[in-house]
């Protein structure tokens, strides 16, 4: 059975309605206590009044409410409008609570107390002890007598990953007209370009998990954007003021991982010739992007997990460890279960990583984010080349833009913009033809992938698929029976060959026809 507690500021109203020099009502805490539609099985009030005073309310508030042991917390401010110091000791209360519990539903007060504190009740309610929100409401009645009430606040907004990192980073003046300002979406994130729902969902869970200080794991296919991802969760997190060192494991030679990521000593190896920091050290304070993590030998795997259970390392040659504060972001093409399964990468450095997953789908899986991405890169390259001498700004015809959403896109985004590139500078006019794409599109050798890979839409023909693969067996094995059919048919485990000869038929082959 969950409880109800009640969580508010004592405010000057309040204190005045307790005094008797209240002319109207009797101050919002009271109000929320004496709304019949809520029964709190707990009430903590804060207060930066003198004690005595808010001690006095106290007694009031139990005499007036029937509530009584209302817990009262002296909470000295360095000023009522002192939004650093409000969150810093709100938050300290709230944690000495033991808050969050699953059995217990917060509410907070928004209407005792000053602005600040309101706006603060906010960002904890929307980020670390998610609560209800409630107001005082008042009404003027046509008699003129005035009445009192109260109200749920509620906003779907997710202050966790929009606003957070920007309230814990700027002065209190910039967090006062952020407050006032309408909500946006996290600027980091607004270079990804995307309409589908897949990848929303996707920034969502990285703006969400961006601000908390976990190590990520980001899993997609070449191209597919997981250093621009990292990139945007550093901008988003704490840690954007320092650095953001980007390492591909995969390009460092094997023998070089550790000193490249820990760093050596001077004379630790032949070769050695001076000290090295290491890729770990650089990112001190900041973020480490290990790309390629599946690259990773198994020894620097052992080393990498010391590194993040004990938050130290130990250069190549050094025998003591030195204290690093690192934010890992790993990323990788591999199926690393898969990898881990094989044993070639440590079960135990897997779960560490994978805090925070982050699934970045195909383009081939997202069509519609293909469309939106042929018109901004098309822009960009416009906007790259406008200076050029002779250079017309270019269009894409519907015949070029059906091809580009219909290809399987094994290079994902990149592959995307540069056969755009290519397109853009070969084609002679301003319109981009289906046969600027088609001679610029890099065909790599039929692979599984492209047949099982193709994307999926509207229209999507399975039966021409297979077709295709049916097509290209029979002209094969007309080649390797030099066209006799009989053989051919044996080849594909095929009865007879009149069946052959009428599949051949079907599929319009004829017997002169030979795969490529
Ligand atoms: N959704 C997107 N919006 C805009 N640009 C994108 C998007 N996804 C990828 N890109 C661009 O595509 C290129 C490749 O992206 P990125 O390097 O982040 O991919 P990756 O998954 O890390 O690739 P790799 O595995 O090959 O290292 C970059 O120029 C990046 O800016």
Same mark, same amino acid.
């Given at each position: 059975?969950?409880?109800?507690w009640?969580?508010?500021?004592?405010?000057?109203?309040?204190?005045?309605?307790?005094e008797?020099?209240?002319?109207?009502?009797?101050?919002?805490?009271?109000?929320?206590?004496?709304?019949?539609?809520?029964?709190?099985d707990?009430?903590?009030?804060?207060?930066?009044?003198?004690?005595?005073?808010?001690?006095?309310?106290?007694?009031?508030l139990?005499?007036?409410?029937?509530?009584?042991a209302?817990?009262?917390?002296?909470?000295?401010?360095?000023?009522?409008?002192?939004?650093?110091d409000?969150?810093?000791?709100?938050?300290?209360?709230?944690?000495e609570l033991?808050?969050?519990?699953?059995?217990?539903?917060?509410?907070f007060?928004?209407?005792?107390?000053?602005?600040?504190?309101?706006?603060?009740?906010?960002?904890?309610?929307?980020?670390?002890?998610?609560?209800?929100?409630?107001?005082?409401?008042?009404?003027?009645?046509?008699d003129?007598?005035?009445?009192?009430g109260?109200?749920?606040?509620?906003?779907?907004?997710?202050?966790?990953?929009d606003?957070?990192?920007?309230?814990?980073?700027?002065?209190?003046?910039?967090?006062e007209?952020?407050?006032?300002?309408?909500l946006?979406?996290?600027?980091?994130?607004?270079?990804?370009?995307?309409?589908?729902?897949?990848?929303?969902?996707?920034?969502?869970?990285?703006?969400?998990v961006?601000?908390?200080?976990?190590?990520?794991?980001?899993?997609g296919e070449?191209?597919?954007?997981?250093?621009?991802?990292?990139?945007?969760?550093?901008?988003?997190?704490?840690?954007?003021?320092?650095?953001?060192?980007?390492?591909?494991?995969?390009?460092?030679?094997?023998?070089?991982?550790?000193?490249?990521?820990?760093?050596?000593?001077?004379?630790?190896?032949?070769?050695?010739?001076?000290?090295?920091k290491?890729?770990?050290?650089?990112?001190?304070?900041?973020?480490?992007?290990?790309?390629?993590?599946?690259?990773?030998?198994?020894d620097?795997?052992?080393?990498?997990?010391?590194?993040?259970?004990?938050?130290?390392?130990?250069?190549?040659?050094?025998?003591?460890?030195?204290?690093?504060?690192?934010?890992?972001?790993?990323?990788?093409?591999?199926?690393?279960?898969?990898?881990? #399964? =094989?044993?070639?990468? !440590?079960?135990? +450095?897997?779960?560490?990583?994978?805090?925070?997953? $982050?699934?970045?789908? /195909? &383009?081939?899986?997202?069509?519609?984010?293909?469309?939106?991405?042929?018109?901004?890169?098309?822009?960009?390259?416009?906007?790259?080349?406008?200076?050029?001498?002779?250079?017309?700004?270019?269009?894409?015809?519907?015949?070029?833009?059906n091809?580009?959403?219909?290809?399987?896109w094994?290079?994902?985004?990149?592959?995307?913009?540069?056969?755009?590139?290519?397109?853009?500078?070969?084609?002679?006019?301003?319109?981009?033809? #289906? =046969?600027?794409?088609? !001679?610029?599109? +890099?065909?790599?050798?039929?692979?599984?992938?492209? $047949?099982?890979?193709? /994307? &999926?839409?509207?229209?999507?023909?399975?039966?021409?698929?297979?077709?295709?693969?049916?097509?290209?067996?029979?002209?094969?094995?007309?080649?390797?029976?030099?066209?006799?059919?009989?053989?051919?048919?044996?080849?594909?485990?095929?009865s007879?060959?009149?069946?052959?000869?009428?599949?051949?038929?079907?599929?319009?082959?004829?017997?002169?026809?030979?795969?490529?």
């Amino acid at each position: 059975m969950q409880k109800k507690w009640l969580i508010s500021w004592i405010g000057e109203t309040d204190h005045k309605a307790a005094e008797g020099t209240l002319r109207d009502g009797v101050g919002p805490v009271a109000n929320a206590l004496m709304d019949s539609s809520v029964k709190y099985d707990c009430i903590h009030l804060l207060t930066n009044y003198p004690h005595e005073r808010s001690v006095q309310f106290c007694d009031w508030l139990e005499q007036k409410t029937g509530y009584v042991a209302v817990n009262l917390q002296d909470v000295h401010l360095a000023g009522p409008t002192h939004y650093a110091d409000i969150y810093l000791q709100v938050s300290q209360f709230l944690t000495e609570l033991k808050l969050p519990k699953d059995n217990i539903e917060l509410t907070f007060h928004l209407s005792p107390g000053t602005p600040a504190m309101a706006v603060i009740w906010i960002m904890l309610a929307k980020t670390r002890f998610p609560a209800s929100l409630i107001q005082s409401l008042q009404s003027k009645l046509d008699d003129g007598t005035v009445t009192f009430g109260i109200e749920k606040v509620d906003f779907p907004f997710d202050l966790a990953s929009d606003f957070l990192p920007e309230f814990l980073q700027r002065s209190d003046q910039r967090i006062e007209r952020l407050a006032a300002a309408p909500l946006s979406h996290a600027p980091e994130f607004a270079k990804i370009i995307h309409c589908s729902a897949m990848m929303q969902e996707q920034i969502d869970l990285s703006r969400r998990v961006a601000i908390h200080n976990v190590p990520i794991l980001i899993l997609g296919e070449t191209g597919t954007g997981k250093e621009l991802f990292a990139t945007a969760i550093h901008e988003a997190s704490r840690r954007k003021a320092q650095a953001f060192i980007a390492v591909n494991c995969g390009a460092i030679p094997k023998e070089l991982v550790n000193s490249e990521l820990f760093g050596h000593k001077k004379g630790a190896f032949t070769g050695a010739d001076s000290a090295r920091k290491g890729h770990f050290r650089e990112a001190d304070g900041g973020t480490l992007f290990l790309d390629e993590i599946g690259d990773l030998p198994l020894d620097a795997q052992v080393r990498l997990l010391r590194a993040l259970q004990e938050g130290q390392i130990t250069p190549v040659g050094e025998t003591n460890p030195i204290k690093v504060d690192v934010r890992i972001i790993a990323a990788t093409h591999r199926d690393l279960m898969a990898e881990v #399964a =094989a044993g070639r990468f !440590r079960e135990d +450095l897997f779960h560490r990583l994978a805090v925070g997953i $982050i699934h970045l789908p /195909p &383009l081939r899986d997202r069509s519609e984010d293909i469309e939106l991405l042929i018109e901004h890169s098309l822009a960009r390259i416009n906007n790259d080349s406008r200076d050029l001498p002779e250079w017309q700004n270019k269009i894409i015809s519907v015949g070029a833009k059906n091809i580009l959403l219909s290809h399987s896109w094994p290079g994902n985004v990149r592959e995307l913009y540069h056969t755009l590139l290519r397109a853009a500078i070969w084609s002679r006019q301003a319109e981009i033809t #289906a =046969a600027d794409i088609s !001679r610029n599109l +890099l065909q790599m050798p039929a692979s599984t992938n492209q $047949i099982l890979d193709q /994307p &999926l839409h509207k229209g999507f023909d399975l039966q021409a698929l297979l077709d295709q693969v049916e097509r290209h067996y029979l002209q094969r094995a007309i080649k390797k029976s030099a066209g006799k059919k009989k053989q051919a048919a044996e080849y594909l485990n095929i009865s007879n060959y009149q069946t052959l000869s009428n599949r051949m038929e079907k599929l319009g082959i004829s017997s002169g026809e030979q795969a490529e």
